[in-house]
């Protein structure tokens, strides 16, 4: 009777935490310090499945494995687990971890110690177990939650997307929207209703993406109808994602392009490289018979009266020039001469040749002659610019002040070389209404992408019966160091925020992924070790050797997950030091430092541990000291094959202690010595000996930012065929306020 009234007690107590609005990070110690004040427990700590996968415990991580409790009432130093022989020098006697499970998932392990011998007895582990479960629920709920906003947070970054985007009710009603909608639709407001907001029908949007994705939609925006592609994913049962994609543009070239279909005068040509014609699209009216029938799987070449300049074209088209080109040529088609303008432009496996006849050849020719003669008479800049924006012919002048050679600014677009095209657009238009621009300041970018500030002067021109446009220019000398300082600082202050927001998303986007993987790895994990253990019932020798091989692989993969999960917290600087008082002598029976140990015997090699007699303790991150430790001496081992593994430990300074770890092997060429600490770099296999040297590149980054934390240094020195040398310093003692050395 005193049982129930006590376990009445405790389900009583842990229900107002269960039931509370705060996270899985507030109710935890809450949770914990009710079970130590009822069952007289020293420490109690709820630890979570995801921070575990990133912590160093190996009895933590077993309990979410085998998904069963662990209870050692009698603590020593022959314990099952490193941790549990600290936790004894530390003065406990007994210990239980058990795992909270919520939904068939391991969710976190309850840790108790207690500095009484045979605390843990079964009774009271039954008595948490009910307790256990409703924390468990609450926990999982608490942290799915969590996860939620997260994914909010998410959905938030990516509706920023430059495209109108809409959270719509089942009914209509607008949720959410981003700047882009707002832009092209002035009337969205929250809470309005999409048909009235938008100018389209919401259910025949919707019915007809059931039946085909994306539907295209006619709407009017600011007085034109433009055509959107809307793209339609159900956000849940009671809401819908809905995204526009302004359709006009592409729809208008494709409206040009059958415009240039039924013209008299235009036809465009695509060939291969050889200049052999493949299709053609339009005509000329005055020819007897179609263009396609005419020159279809014909040379453009054989069409031509003037042989030796259509060469010459071909020529320097095939050195690799992907500029358009632009001039004049006789052709014969069906025996009649025709005297054509062309612009020619490389594609992807050929050339695009617009053709447009041309009747008034003397009218042009004449035209042409002035315009040279005045262009080459002045000894300003001058260039000579189509109505595209095309330039078709500059001076000496604008060659030299611009640092191109004129072959390089033919056919350039003239916006490539303003840096302000607002400006150009402006007077451009200004000038194609009847108006005369006269010293508007501008800078153009020049070759080497300097700017160059300089005036501009604009006129209209006849030419071919299009308006082109001659520009002059006049060079300013005047310009300032100061002002181009001043653009350089701002564009590396913006370059400089922008990496810094791209690393943290980054670092933060793989850790998350490294999480996701891990926690179904874990499971499939335990659950084949199970299977192994026969604890479902006897596995047959040649289906335990296939069970053997999956945990030998989930072990790497974990290993891999767990290097790029440490990688990215290690770059984000989210990693803080666990100091203790660390003798590198006694360093060496840790269980760590023994397996590589056994692994280098295995192997055929020495292995010798030397701690010089002056060396003093050492204040750092054990767990983390010995992830140095393990990388260093476990590259040492996989490149080695003959010879030895040898660890020199001393004092280097009154300061610092310094590690050296030596081996034997194939050591590493110089191409390689640049980029050895590099986040997923690894040396080139033609310096390889052996076939096993792959990894994952990240075990010297992830060392070399241990090392950085604990404000030291690493260097290494190699030959090829002679071996490798990797040494580090760190501090004797911490200092807690200093800042971590910034890498190399």
Same mark, same amino acid.
């Given at each position: 009777?005193?049982?129930?009234?006590?376990?009445?007690?405790?389900?009583?107590?842990?229900?107002?935490?269960?039931?509370?609005?705060?996270?899985?990070?507030?109710?935890?110690?809450?949770?914990?310090?009710?079970?130590?004040?009822?069952?007289?427990?020293?420490?109690?700590?709820?630890?979570?499945?995801?921070?575990?996968?990133?912590?160093?415990?190996?009895?933590?991580?077993?309990?979410?494995?085998?998904?069963?409790?662990?209870?050692?009432?009698?603590?020593?130093?022959?314990?099952?687990?490193?941790?549990?022989?600290?936790?004894?020098?530390?003065?406990?006697?007994?210990?239980?971890?058990?795992?909270?499970?919520?939904?068939?998932?391991?969710?976190?392990?309850?840790? &108790?110690?207690?500095?009484?011998?045979?605390?843990?007895?079964?009774?009271?582990?039954?008595?948490?177990?009910?307790?256990?479960?409703?924390?468990?629920?609450?926990?999982?709920?608490?942290?799915?939650?969590?996860?939620?906003?997260?994914?909010?947070?998410?959905?938030?970054?990516?509706?920023?997307?430059?495209?109108?985007?809409?959270?719509?009710?089942?009914?209509?009603?607008?949720?959410?929207?981003?700047?882009?909608?707002?832009?092209?639709?002035?009337?969205?407001?929250?809470?309005?209703?999409?048909?009235?907001?938008?100018?389209?029908?919401?259910?025949? %949007?919707?019915?007809?993406?059931?039946?085909?994705?994306?539907?295209?939609?006619?709407?009017?925006?600011?007085?034109?109808?433009?055509?959107?592609?809307?793209?339609?994913?159900?956000?849940?049962?009671?809401?819908?994602?809905?995204?526009?994609?302004?359709?006009?543009?592409?729809?208008?070239?494709?409206?040009?392009?059958?415009? %240039?279909?039924?013209?008299?005068?235009?036809?465009?040509?695509?060939?291969?490289?050889?200049?052999?014609?493949?299709?053609?699209?339009?005509?000329?009216?005055?020819?007897?018979?179609?263009?396609?029938?005419?020159?279809?799987?014909?040379?453009?070449?054989?069409?031509?009266?003037?042989?030796?300049?259509?060469?010459?074209?071909?020529?320097?088209?095939?050195?690799?020039?992907?500029?358009?080109?632009?001039?004049?040529?006789?052709?014969?088609?069906?025996?009649?001469?025709?005297?054509?303008?062309?612009?020619?432009?490389?594609?992807?496996?050929?050339?695009?040749?617009?053709?447009?006849?041309?009747?008034? =050849?003397?009218?042009?020719?004449?035209?042409?002659?002035?315009?040279?003669?005045?262009?080459?008479?002045?000894?300003?800049?001058?260039?000579?610019?189509?109505?595209?924006?095309?330039?078709?012919?500059?001076?000496?002048?604008?060659?030299?002040?611009?640092?191109?050679?004129?072959?390089?600014?033919?056919?350039?677009?003239?916006?490539?070389?303003?840096? =302000?095209?607002?400006?150009?657009?402006?007077?451009?238009?200004?000038?194609?209404?009847?108006?005369? %621009?006269?010293?508007?300041?501008?800078?153009?970018?020049?070759?080497?992408?300097?700017?160059?500030?300089?005036?501009?002067?604009?006129?209209?021109?006849?030419?071919?019966?299009?308006?082109?446009?001659?520009?002059?220019?006049?060079?300013?000398?005047?310009?300032? &160091?100061?002002?181009?300082?001043?653009?350089?600082?701002?564009?590396?202050?913006?370059?400089?925020?922008?990496? =810094?927001?791209?690393?943290?998303?980054?670092?933060?986007?793989?850790?998350?992924?490294?999480?996701?993987?891990?926690?179904?790895?874990?499971?499939?994990?335990?659950?084949?070790?199970?299977?192994?253990?026969?604890?479902?019932?006897?596995?047959?020798?040649?289906?335990?050797?296939?069970?053997?091989?999956?945990?030998?692989?989930?072990?790497?993969?974990?290993?891999?997950?767990?290097?790029?999960?440490?990688?990215?917290?290690?770059?984000?600087?989210?990693?803080?030091?666990?100091?203790?008082?660390?003798?590198?002598?006694?360093?060496?029976?840790?269980?760590?430092?023994?397996?590589?140990?056994?692994?280098?015997?295995?192997?055929?090699?020495?292995?010798?541990?030397?701690?010089?007699?002056?060396?003093?303790?050492?204040?750092?991150?054990?767990?983390?000291?010995?992830?140095?430790?393990?990388?260093?001496?476990?590259?040492?081992?996989?490149?080695?094959?003959?010879?030895?593994?040898?660890?020199?430990?001393?004092?280097?300074?009154?300061?610092?202690?310094?590690?050296?770890?030596?081996?034997?092997?194939?050591? %590493?060429?110089?191409?390689?010595?640049?980029?050895?600490?590099?986040?997923?770099?690894?040396?080139?296999?033609?310096?390889?000996?052996?076939?096993?040297?792959?990894?994952?590149?990240?075990?010297?980054?992830?060392?070399?930012?241990?090392?950085?934390?604990?404000?030291?240094?690493?260097?290494?020195?190699?030959?090829?065929?002679?071996?490798?040398?990797?040494?580090?310093?760190?501090?004797?003692?911490?200092?807690?306020?200093?800042?971590?050395?910034?890498?190399?």
């Amino acid at each position: 009777m005193a049982d129930d009234i006590f376990l009445d007690k405790f389900i009583f107590d842990i229900l107002p935490i269960a039931n509370t609005q705060s996270g899985p990070d507030e109710s935890s110690p809450q949770f914990s310090g009710i079970i130590s004040d009822m069952f007289g427990i020293d420490k109690v700590e709820i630890h979570s499945a995801k921070k575990i996968e990133g912590s160093s415990s190996s009895l933590l991580g077993y309990v979410i494995n085998t998904r069963k409790p662990y209870i050692d009432n009698q603590l020593s130093e022959y314990s099952a687990f490193p941790e549990m022989i600290l936790q004894r020098n530390n003065g406990y006697s007994s210990c239980a971890a058990i795992p909270i499970i919520a939904s068939g998932k391991v969710i976190g392990v309850l840790e &108790m110690l207690s500095r009484v011998q045979g605390k843990f007895t079964e009774d009271l582990i039954k008595k948490l177990t009910l307790g256990l479960t409703i924390m468990g629920f609450s926990l999982a709920y608490k942290s799915e939650a969590a996860r939620s906003v997260k994914l909010a947070s998410y959905f938030d970054s990516s509706f920023s997307a430059q495209i109108p985007q809409f959270i719509i009710a089942s009914d209509g009603s607008i949720i959410k929207f981003n700047k882009e909608a707002l832009l092209h639709f002035p009337k969205v407001q929250s809470g309005s209703k999409f048909d009235e907001a938008i100018g389209a029908n919401f259910k025949e %949007i919707i019915s007809s993406s059931e039946k085909r994705n994306p539907v295209k939609v006619d709407i009017a925006v600011n007085n034109e109808t433009r055509n959107f592609e809307v793209k339609v994913s159900k956000v849940s049962s009671t809401a819908f994602h809905i995204a526009f994609t302004d359709m006009t543009t592409p729809n208008k070239f494709e409206k040009i392009m059958s415009l %240039i279909n039924r013209s008299p005068d235009v036809c465009i040509m695509f060939s291969d490289k050889n200049l052999y014609i493949k299709e053609i699209i339009g005509t000329f009216g005055k020819l007897p018979v179609s263009m396609n029938e005419l020159m279809s799987g014909k040379s453009l070449l054989d069409f031509s009266v003037q042989d030796k300049f259509l060469q010459n074209l071909k020529t320097a088209l095939e050195k690799g020039s992907a500029e358009t080109s632009f001039g004049e040529l006789n052709l014969l088609f069906a025996d009649l001469p025709t005297h054509v303008h062309y612009s020619i432009t490389r594609i992807n496996d050929g050339y695009a040749v617009l053709v447009v006849d041309s009747d008034n =050849e003397k009218l042009v020719e004449s035209a042409k002659s002035n315009l040279d003669d005045f262009i080459n008479a002045t000894s300003d800049p001058v260039i000579s610019v189509d109505n595209l924006g095309y330039i078709k012919r500059v001076n000496l002048s604008a060659e030299r002040i611009l640092g191109y050679n004129r072959d390089e600014l033919n056919g350039k677009d003239i916006k490539s070389i303003y840096k =302000e095209n607002e400006i150009l657009d402006r007077d451009i238009a200004y000038v194609r209404n009847g108006g005369k %621009i006269d010293g508007t300041y501008v800078n153009l970018i020049k070759k080497d992408q300097s700017l160059m500030p300089a005036v501009h002067s604009i006129r209209s021109i006849s030419e071919s019966g299009n308006a082109d446009y001659i520009i002059l220019l006049k060079e300013l000398e005047t310009k300032q &160091m100061i002002e181009r300082q001043e653009e350089y600082l701002r564009a590396l202050d913006t370059r400089i925020k922008r990496s =810094e927001s791209v690393g943290q998303l980054k670092s933060q986007f793989i850790s998350d992924i490294a999480h996701e993987l891990k926690t179904p790895l874990t499971n499939i994990m335990g659950f084949t070790k199970l299977l192994y253990d026969g604890e479902f019932g006897e596995i047959p020798e040649e289906q335990k050797e296939y069970l053997k091989t999956i945990l030998e692989e989930s072990d790497r993969l974990m290993f891999i997950i767990m290097q790029v999960l440490d990688a990215a917290k290690l770059d984000a600087r989210r990693v803080k030091l666990d100091l203790t008082d660390i003798s590198m002598t006694e360093l060496y029976n840790n269980p760590s430092i023994r397996a590589l140990e056994e692994s280098a015997t295995n192997k055929g090699l020495t292995f010798d541990w030397i701690v010089s007699y002056d060396t003093p303790i050492v204040q750092a991150d054990l767990s983390r000291i010995i992830q140095v430790f393990t990388n260093l001496i476990g590259n040492a081992i996989k490149f080695t094959e003959k010879g030895g593994i040898k660890v020199n430990i001393y004092k280097k300074s009154r300061n610092t202690v310094a590690c050296e770890v030596i081996d034997t092997g194939i050591g %590493i060429g110089e191409e390689d010595k640049r980029k050895i600490f590099r986040k997923f770099y690894q040396a080139s296999k033609k310096n390889l000996t052996i076939q096993n040297g792959a990894g994952t590149g990240l075990g010297l980054a992830i060392t070399k930012e241990i090392v950085s934390l604990h404000h030291g240094k690493i260097k290494f020195e190699s030959e090829l065929g002679k071996g490798s040398k990797f040494w580090f310093t760190i501090p004797i003692k911490q200092n807690p306020n200093r800042k971590a050395r910034p890498q190399e």
